[in-house]
């Protein structure tokens, strides 16, 4: 399983933008998948979780983003995140991340930057 994520760039504070990661691989891998999820990364800070979402549809969200971010899923071969009212603070490389009973997958990240 392959996680490509796109859709990071430079938007000032208030604005929006609109992550995507695509999933490859074996159709069973993909199949089996039953979580996925958003992870960000600041400049010298660990990686936190953001968002995540299961094969239920049920979604869970950081504190820091709730109401502004959403998530949501086509199938397990494509994870979305939407992201409004970005803050300075949500500046950092952005990961996807999807699980099966195989194991964690990650993509390579996709930078947001947000600027006053």
């Known amino acids: 399983v392959q996680l490509q994520a796109s859709g990071g760039g430079l938007v000032q504070a208030g604005g929006s933008l609109r992550l995507s990661c695509v999933v490859s691989?074996?159709?069973?891998?993909?199949?089996?998948?039953?979580?996925m999820g958003w992870y960000r990364q600041a400049p010298g800070q660990q990686r936190e979780l953001v968002a995540t979402?299961?094969?239920?549809?049920?979604t869970t969200y950081a504190e820091s983003v709730q109401g502004r971010f959403t998530v949501s899923r086509d199938n397990a071969k494509l994870i979305v995140l939407q992201m409004n009212s970005l803050k300075l603070e949500d500046t950092g490389v952005y990961y996807c991340?999807?699980?099966?009973?195989?194991?964690?997958?990650w993509g390579r990240g996709t930078l947001v930057t947000v600027s006053s």
């Open positions: 691989g074996s159709i069973f891998g993909i199949g089996a998948i039953n979580f």
């Open positions: 979402i299961n094969s239920a549809d049920q």
């Open positions: 991340t999807a699980a099966n009973y195989q194991g964690n997958y």
